[in-house]
T-cell receptor, first 115, second 112 residues
Framework: EAGVTQFPSHSVIEKGQTVTLRCDPI?????LYWYRRVMGKEIKFLLH????????ESGMPNNRFLAERTGGTYSTLKVQPAELEDSGVYFC?????????????FGPGTRLTVT | AQSVTQLDSHVSVSEGTPVLLRCNYS??????LFWYVQHPNKGLQLLLK??????LVKGINGFEAEFKKSETSFHLTKPSAHMSDAAEYFC??????????FGAGTRLFVKA
């Protein structure tokens, strides 16, 4: 069974540019999550999709971030325009069901560097 | 409110000696607790989880953790460290409402 995949693995962009991160969850997992780890800080929740609907987007930092999950399969996270403080590692996870005790399976992350 | 505190940012052990990574949590509800490990350039991998069953939880690769409600702790242990255990470890708490809270991570170094 293929795990959660993320693309790209690394991205270096200039301040003001746009970047789109992609996440492919495990097939059949309706729940998809985005997390972010800014340098030296904890991994923080960004948002949670159930199929194509946003269940919880309370962690999204501001309106420069837009997440989509058209068709309930893969998801994209767009940052527009990127700022220096957006640098960090963006993780995606998926699970068959939400909540306890269901395990979230994580992808390897996308390391975003904004210069 | 829920929170997780990993008491050590770095832990260094010699190969073959015990490992102890400490985690304290705060939760208003009965939480589920997890330990994840991240090796370089890899995703977070679940080591073990506590979900209100047995308080001593055994995980993969010889790791185990004990849920102590009175101490609000969920420390991760392994009797004998291996070089391949060098990685970053995350303690995670999740309440029934799906919120997932990560600790800051503990980086484990294993010396030969």
């Amino acid at each position: 069974e293929a795990g959660v995949t993320q693309f790209p693995s690394h991205s270096v962009i200039e301040k003001g540019q746009t970047v789109t991160l992609r996440c492919d969850p495990i097939s059949g997992h309706d729940n998809l999550y985005w997390y972010r780890r800014v340098m030296g800080k904890e991994i923080k929740f960004l948002l949670h999709f159930v199929k194509e609907s946003k269940q919880d987007e309370s962690g999204m930092p501001n309106n420069r971030f837009l997440a989509e999950r058209t068709g309930g399969t893969y998801s994209t996270l767009k940052v527009q325009p990127a700022e220096l403080e957006d640098s960090g590692v963006y993780f995606c996870a998926s699970s068959q069901e939400a909540g306890n005790p269901y395990e979230q399976y994580f992808g390897p992350g996308t390391r975003l560097t904004v210069t | 409110a829920q929170s997780v505190t990993q008491l050590d940012s770095h832990v260094s052990v010699s190969e073959g000696t015990p490992v102890l990574l400490r985690c304290n949590y705060s939760s208003s509800y009965s939480p589920s607790l997890f330990w994840y490990v991240q090796h370089p350039n890899k995703g977070l991998q679940l080591l073990l989880k506590y979900t209100s069953a047995a308080t001593l939880v055994k995980g993969i690769n010889g790791f185990e953790a004990e849920f102590k409600k009175s101490e609000t702790s969920f420390h991760l242990t392994k009797p004998s460290a291996h070089m391949s255990d060098a990685a970053e470890y995350f303690c995670v708490v999740r309440t029934g409402g799906f919120k997932t809270i990560f600790g800051a991570g503990t980086r484990l170094f294993v010396k030969a």
